[in-house]
C-alpha cells in the first residue's frame, strides 16, 4: 500500500477523500459510516494489495468535506454525492466497485438501486437493513442534547468513543482515530469533526425495497457479534434478490472495519476475485 494521499473535488458540496495505490487496476470507493470520517478506512487500505485502486471519501457534513445548509443528510444526498464523485475523479470509463459501511452502506443500497449501472459491484458492511426502536430511542436523546465541546486538543481526543461502544480495537487504532475526529471551533475550543444534523436527515431509505431494485452483484459482510445488521434481516435480503451474498466475519462487533481489517479486506478480494 502506498501512502495516503489527501484531495478535494471541484463540485458542490466539495468533498474531501484519501487516495492509496494511484496505479491500482481495480478502483473500490469506500463510505464510511455516520459521525467517521475517511481515516476510517486505513487499517483496511493496509491490507488490500497495490492492485486495487482506493478512494475513501469524506462523505458531506464528515471530515475536511463541506457541510449542507439546510441540513440534507439522507442516503439519497449521499448517493448523489458518489454519482459527482464517479463522473469527476473516478471517470466515466471506469466502473468501481462501491463499499459502505453502516450508513456508507445504506448510502450504497440507495446508490445501487438507482444508479447502479456506474459501479461494477457493491458491498454493503453491517448497514441497517431493518427499523431498530434503539437506534429512535438515541437520536431523539441526542438531539436534546447541547453541542460538546472540550477546551483543549488533548481533552478532545481523550473524550473520543465509538458509538456504539464495543469490540476488542487496538488502542493505537483508536488514538489514530481519535487524532483525525477533532477539530477546532471558532472559539477556540475543541469539538466533533462532523455535522451533528447528519444523524437528523431522516433515513430515507427502505433498505428492503432498495435491496430489491439492486441488479449488481452486492456482498452483504455482516459482523457476527453486531445488533446492526442482524441475521434474519440478512438472509432476508438474499431470499429477495438473488444478486446478493452474505459473509459473516465471525467474533466481530460493528466496528469491524477497525476491529478485523484484515477479514474485511479479504472479503471485500474474494468477492472482486469471484465477479464476471
Given at each position: 500500500?502506498?501512502?495516503?494521499?489527501?484531495?478535494?473535488?471541484?463540485?458542490?458540496?466539495?468533498?474531501?477523500?484519501?487516495?492509496?495505490?494511484?496505479?491500482?487496476?481495480?478502483?473500490?470507493?469506500?463510505?464510511?459510516?455516520?459521525?467517521?470520517?475517511?481515516?476510517?478506512?486505513?487499517?483496511?487500505?493496509?491490507?488490500?494489495?497495490?492492485?486495487?485502486?482506493?478512494?475513501?471519501?469524506?462523505?458531506?457534513?464528515?471530515?475536511?468535506?463541506?457541510?449542507?445548509?439546510?441540513?440534507?443528510?439522507?442516503?439519497?444526498?449521499?448517493?448523489?454525492?458518489?454519482?459527482?464523485?464517479?463522473?469527476?475523479?473516478?471517470?466515466?470509463?471506469?466502473?468501481?466497485?462501491?463499499?459502505?459501511?453502516?450508513?456508507?452502506?445504506?448510502?450504497?443500497?440507495?446508490?445501487?438501486?438507482?444508479?447502479?449501472?456506474?459501479?461494477?459491484?457493491?458491498?454493503?458492511?453491517?448497514?441497517?437493513?431493518?427499523?431498530?426502536?434503539?437506534?429512535d430511542w438515541f437520536l431523539r436523546r441526542l438531539k436534546s442534547l447541547p453541542l460538546?465541546?472540550?477546551?483543549?486538543?488533548?481533552?478532545?481526543?481523550?473524550?473520543?468513543?465509538?458509538?456504539?461502544?464495543?469490540?476488542?480495537?487496538?488502542?493505537?487504532?483508536?488514538?489514530?482515530?481519535?487524532?483525525?475526529?477533532?477539530?477546532?471551533?471558532?472559539?477556540?475550543?475543541?469539538?466533533?469533526?462532523?455535522?451533528?444534523?447528519?444523524?437528523?436527515?431522516?433515513?430515507?431509505?427502505?433498505?428492503?425495497?432498495?435491496?430489491?431494485?439492486?441488479?449488481?452483484?452486492?456482498?452483504?459482510?455482516?459482523?457476527?457479534?453486531?445488533?446492526?445488521?442482524?441475521?434474519?434481516?440478512?438472509?432476508?435480503?438474499?431470499?429477495?434478490?438473488?444478486?446478493?451474498?452474505?459473509?459473516?466475519?465471525?467474533?466481530?462487533?460493528?466496528?469491524?472495519?477497525?476491529?478485523?481489517?484484515?477479514?474485511?479486506?479479504?472479503?471485500?478480494?474474494?468477492?472482486?476475485?469471484?465477479?464476471?
Open positions: 500500500m502506498t501512502r495516503a494521499s489527501s484531495h478535494f473535488t471541484d463540485f458542490k458540496p466539495r468533498l474531501h477523500y484519501l487516495q492509496w495505490n494511484p496505479s491500482g487496476r481495480t478502483s473500490v470507493v469506500l463510505l464510511h459510516g455516520n459521525s467517521a470520517n475517511a481515516w476510517w478506512w486505513e487499517p483496511v487500505a493496509r491490507e488490500m494489495p497495490r492492485e486495487f485502486r482506493l478512494f475513501a471519501l469524506d462523505q458531506r457534513g464528515h471530515g475536511d468535506s463541506e457541510w449542507v445548509r439546510p441540513a440534507a443528510y439522507a442516503p439519497a444526498d449521499y448517493a448523489h454525492d458518489l454519482v459527482g464523485f464517479l463522473r469527476h475523479v473516478i471517470g466515466a470509463e471506469d466502473r468501481p466497485i462501491v463499499v459502505g459501511h453502516s450508513m456508507g452502506g445504506l448510502s450504497t443500497l440507495a446508490f445501487a438501486a438507482h444508479r447502479g449501472n456506474l459501479a461494477r459491484a457493491a458491498v454493503v458492511i453491517d448497514a441497517a437493513l431493518s427499523s431498530s426502536r434503539r437506534r460538546v465541546t472540550y477546551p483543549d486538543l488533548d481533552t478532545a481526543r481523550a473524550r473520543f468513543r465509538l458509538m456504539p461502544r464495543e469490540g476488542h480495537i487496538p488502542a493505537a487504532t483508536l488514538h489514530a482515530i481519535a487524532e483525525k475526529s477533532v477539530v477546532a471551533t471558532d472559539d477556540g475550543r475543541w469539538t466533533m469533526k462532523f455535522d451533528r444534523e447528519s444523524f437528523f436527515g431522516g433515513d430515507g431509505i427502505n433498505p428492503m425495497e432498495a435491496v430489491k431494485k439492486i441488479r449488481i452483484p452486492t456482498l452483504l459482510l455482516r459482523a457476527e457479534l453486531s445488533r446492526i445488521m442482524t441475521a434474519e434481516a440478512a438472509a432476508a435480503a438474499c431470499a429477495a434478490n438473488p444478486r446478493m451474498r452474505l459473509v459473516t466475519i465471525p467474533a466481530a462487533h460493528h466496528h469491524v472495519l477497525l476491529e478485523k481489517p484484515a477479514a474485511v479486506a479479504k472479503a471485500i478480494r474474494e468477492f472482486v476475485a469471484s465477479l464476471p
